[in-house]
């Protein structure tokens, strides 16, 4: 069964470094998202993107976070300038034209020292 | 203030229990997920509902419009049942999803 995969599985940066964080979605899909999960709290929504554009983001993805889908295959989420508070496990997800089932990937959980 | 709730927080069965777990909402949407996150972390999507009622193996989701309301039910639960369910709406006519909190689900044998 096709599956959405991320990689790293986990990532240890110094604060104030860029993450690239990578996704490679179910092929045929055309809707791609960013959530993030901070340790002990919900599941938070951070982007959407089709037709190679951003169609919705949340307020806490500022400036400081870009996406991207370089090729036919991957799709980035980049932390320019990583906090503290950006630890967290983050999960891609994708769907496809009728959108009604998002497909998760397994999570990057990313530790920011 | 657009949130989504759900009830309980914790929930303990014996197996074989039948399980509910709600979730309300406080803005119109339309449609709610239901969503399964692992022990280890992994989120896997159970039903996306617009109306009425799915059902998928043991799962069962309902979904009743005007009272913002909607229950997922699990009957003869199992210990691999064991995890945290999420409800998410979306905000209307976006993609953002808002999530609930979580039920974490513990069956004992």
């Known amino acids: 069964e096709p599956e959405v995969t991320q990689t790293p599985s986990h990532q240890v940066t110094q604060m104030g470094q860029e993450v690239i964080l990578r996704c490679v979605p179910i092929?045929?899909?055309?809707?791609f998202y960013w959530y993030r999960q901070i340790l002990g709290q919900k599941v938070e929504f951070l982007v959407s993107f089709y037709n190679n554009e951003i169609s919705e983001k949340s307020e806490i993805f500022d400036d400081q976070f870009s996406v991207e889908r370089p090729d036919g295959s991957n799709f980035t989420l980049k932390i320019r300038s990583t906090k503290l508070e950006d630890s967290a496990m983050y999960f891609c997800a994708s769907s496809g034209p009728v959108r009604e089932t998002q497909y998760f990937g397994p999570g990057t959980r990313l530790l920011v020292l | 203030k657009n949130e989504v709730e759900q009830s309980p927080q914790n929930l303990t069965a014996q197996e074989g229990e039948f399980i509910t777990i709600n979730c309300s909402y406080s803005?119109?949407?339309?449609?709610l997920h239901w969503l399964q996150q692992h022990p280890g972390g992994g989120i896997v999507s159970l039903f996306m509902?617009?109306?009425g009622k799915k059902k998928h193996g043991r799962l069962i989701a309902s979904i009743y419009l005007q009272e913002k309301h909607s229950s997922l039910h699990i009957t003869a639960s199992h210990p691999r049942d064991s995890a945290v369910y999420i409800c998410a709406a979306p905000l209307g006519g976006t993609d953002k999803l808002i999530f609930g909190t979580g039920t974490r689900l513990q069956v004992f044998p």
């Open positions: 803005v119109g949407i339309s449609a």
């Open positions: 509902l617009s109306s």
């Open positions: 092929s045929n899909h055309l809707y």
